[in-house]
Nanobody, 121 residues
C-alpha cells in the first residue's frame, strides 16, 4: 500500500509564500506523473501543477509565474513553491501520484489526504 503524505499548508497573508511537500511511502513499484490539485469550497477539484518523471511541468494559467513544482525521484517526492499568494488561492491542496504495482497491471491514481492553504489578511 502506497501512501502520499503532504505537509506545509497554513495561513498566509496576501502576497506571501508557502511551500507544500508531498512524499510517497510504502511498497512502490513505479511512480509516473505527480502533481498538485486544489479544491475550494463549492468548486470542483482542479489541477494546479504537474510534473513528469523527466521533469516536464504543466501549470494552471492562474498560477503560472507564481508557483513552481519540483520533483525528487530518488525520494519519491514533490514540492510546490507558492509565491505572491492571493485570496483566490485559498483551497485544500491535494497531492496526486500515478502509480503502478507491476509491469503487467494498469496504472492508477493515488491521492494524499489534503492540506489547507488559506490566504487572508
Amino acid at each position: 500500500q502506497v501512501q502520499l503524505v503532504e505537509s506545509g499548508g497554513g495561513l498566509v497573508q496576501p502576497g506571501g509564500s508557502l511551500r507544500l511537500s508531498c512524499a510517497a511511502s510504502g511498497s512502490i513499484f513505479a511512480i509516473y506523473g505527480m502533481g498538485w490539485y486544489r479544491q475550494a469550497p463549492g468548486k470542483q477539484r482542479e489541477l494546479v501543477a504537474s510534473i513528469t518523471t523527466a521533469g516536464s511541468t504543466n501549470y494552471a494559467d492562474s498560477v503560472k509565474g507564481r508557483f513552481t513544482i519540483s520533483r525528487d525521484n530518488a525520494k519519491n517526492a514533490i514540492d510546490l513553491r507558492m509565491n505572491s499568494l492571493k485570496p483566490e488561492d485559498t483551497a485544500v491542496y491535494y497531492c496526486k501520484a500515478i502509480l503502478a504495482d507491476s509491469d503487467y497491471e494498469p496504472s492508477y491514481d493515488q491521492w494524499g489526504q489534503g492540506t489547507q492553504v488559506t490566504v487572508s489578511s
